[in-house]
């Protein structure tokens, strides 16, 4: 009986690659996070204006510490989580395993401890002049690469921030009651440069 080594080869180079476009931050949310509270974090509230990218996971990083956070399965109507204060970009955004980078401007955005922070609608294919335009791309890792060494080598969509904070607001508020007397405040997101 002669073995074939392809199909092992095969499977060993998919795991190395699978390796690349995982995001290996934890997940932390506002209902079972037993490490933020409203004295040591703030809760991100948010959504994706493009329902075609409903289900998306978005990785937050903190420009600071260089610490990423990820939230998996962001819904269309609303997403939020709990981040420490600080100043965070989004570094990689996308259904599945289909990581979009940052090109150029990255959207940023502010988070205070003890605050409901809105950080906006998130709308995918932006025009030209639309304020806090900020480009993203396919995501490209070498073999064995870690995620913060992956490049993005060209834009592939335009991306900007709508604000429906009291919308959006209300309707995080109604679906966590344990919430509803928490100050709100806007932490709109900005592309930078």
Same mark, same amino acid.
């Given at each position: 009986?002669?073995?074939?080594?392809?199909?092992?080869?095969?499977? /060993? %180079?998919?795991?190395?690659?699978?390796? /690349?476009?995982?995001? &290996?931050?934890?997940?932390?949310?506002?209902?079972?996070?037993?490490?933020?509270?409203?004295?040591?974090? $703030?809760?991100?509230?948010?959504?994706?204006?493009?329902?075609?990218?409903?289900?998306?996971?978005? =990785?937050?990083?903190?420009?600071?510490?260089?610490?990423?956070?990820?939230?998996?399965?962001?819904?269309?109507?609303?997403?939020? %989580?709990?981040? &420490?204060?600080?100043?965070?970009?989004?570094?990689?955004? $996308? &259904?599945?395993?289909?990581?979009?980078?940052?090109?150029?401007?990255?959207?940023?955005?502010?988070?205070?401890?003890?605050?409901?922070?809105?950080?906006?609608?998130?709308?995918?294919?932006?025009?030209?002049?639309?304020?806090?335009?900020?480009?993203? $791309? =396919?995501?490209?890792?070498?073999?064995? *690469?870690?995620?913060?060494?992956?490049?993005?080598?060209?834009?592939?969509? *335009?991306? /900007?921030?709508?604000?429906?904070?009291?919308?959006?607001?209300?309707?995080?508020?109604?679906?966590?009651?344990?919430?509803?007397?928490?100050? =709100?405040?806007?932490?709109?997101?900005?592309?930078?440069?």
């Amino acid at each position: 009986m002669k073995l074939s080594s392809t199909p092992l080869l095969l499977a /060993c %180079m998919g795991s190395v690659i699978a390796g /690349c476009t995982t995001l &290996p931050s934890p997940e932390y949310t506002v209902t079972n996070d037993e490490k933020f509270n409203l004295q040591n974090a $703030g809760i991100i509230v948010g959504s994706i204006d493009d329902a075609a990218y409903a289900g998306a996971d978005i =990785q937050f990083r903190d420009t600071s510490s260089g610490s990423t956070y990820t939230i998996t399965d962001a819904n269309a109507s609303e997403f939020s %989580m709990w981040l &420490p204060a600080g100043t965070y970009s989004v570094s990689a955004i $996308g &259904p599945s395993k289909a990581w979009l980078g940052t090109y150029s401007r990255p959207l940023t955005f502010s988070v205070s401890n003890g605050a409901i922070n809105y950080i906006g609608d998130l709308s995918y294919g932006c025009v030209q002049q639309s304020p806090n335009l900020a480009w993203y $791309g =396919q995501r490209y890792c070498g073999i064995g *690469s870690l995620p913060e060494q992956c490049t993005t080598a060209h834009p592939l969509t *335009s991306m /900007c921030i709508i604000d429906n904070q009291q919308q959006a607001v209300n309707a995080f508020k109604d679906r966590f009651s344990q919430f509803a007397d928490t100050p =709100q405040m806007s932490a709109l997101m900005t592309s930078s440069e």
